[in-house]
């Protein structure tokens, strides 16, 4: 499959024409995706397509996607430097030059990257969609936890997640049409995830295959809640299906339910035939046995524990996932291992 990628003066005809085989009922016709071609991406935007959508994907155009769809063949592609464009202040100008219907924001990690892009495109869209984090919830209080839990995050990554989706719900309030989904832990093919030691180390699935030991923090009862990549494009297009009811809402977008780390050791070492074999430290001696990595990854993933309930996007949106936490984690390692993917 062959690509032109377009710079970004090379824009998308200014035609507002509506496109006839669009599901009926749907309001977005021109759709810009900004970080077009990373994991969320890949799969968001051949469904997009599939709607009947008319896509346009903005990137740096440095990589291609991870898996190459069809449907990309029908995708406008506009390059530009998110980071470049932005220092010289005409991101926002050159999206809005865009003439979407809808933008989807999949790669927006500072309030001082959202406020430039909502103030261009104030008044000239007609929904918004941000891709947030469930870490904007911080340690959890409760088990389950909904969207209307005070957010209490820590780390530099929560925290500033948590400010644009404030920042965002306020304009909202103002009349600016945002939406606001939280995913979980997403992984995929060729997106690692989050391993049952609750860091990026493949060697501890690779010690699952082989039946080595592997040791976890604690007791092993902290849990993750991974999200296929698919999962959560599928959530993003049903926002953009249901704007309705969508805009000025937030969502968690991740698995039914989480998993815990000893549950997942298990369940992995069983994709290879092989029974976990499971020894367990206090956390304070466990992190001197990992490098400062692995120990700050696994630390963060221990203390959010999340259980976020999914309640509200099933409801609201008819989100409906196709993978366990589990599986999702299974089929990215089956994109690095000799795993049977078919299994």
Known sequence: MSYRWLAAEEQCPTSRTRV?????????????????TGHIGTWLIPGLVRRGHEVVAVSRGARRPYRDFDEWSDVRHVTIDREQSEQEGSFGRRIAALRP????DLICFHP???VPLVDALDGRVEHF??????WVHGVPRSRPYDE????EPFGDYGIRKARIESFLLEKGSEGFPATVLHPGHITGPGWDPINPAGNLDRDVFARLSRGDVVTLPDRGEATLQHVHADDVAQAFALALDKPTASIGESFHVASLNPVTLRSYAEAAAAW?????????LP???????????????TRDHILHSPFASIDKAQRVLGFDPRYTAVQAARDAVAAFTNLDDSA
């Open 20 to 36: 006839d085989h669009r599901p009926v009922g749907l309001l977005i016709v021109r759709v810009i995706v900004i970080g077009a």
């Open 101 to 104: 219907d809808a933008v989807v």
């Open 112 to 114: 001082e990257s959202a």
């Open 129 to 134: 969609i941000h891709c947030g984090t469930l």
């Open 148 to 151: 209307t839990v005070a957010r």
């Open 272 to 280: 290879w035939g092989r029974e976990a074999n499971l020894e367990y």
């Open 283 to 297: 956390m304070v001696e466990w992190q001197k046995t990992v490098g400062a990595t692995a120990r700050a990854l």
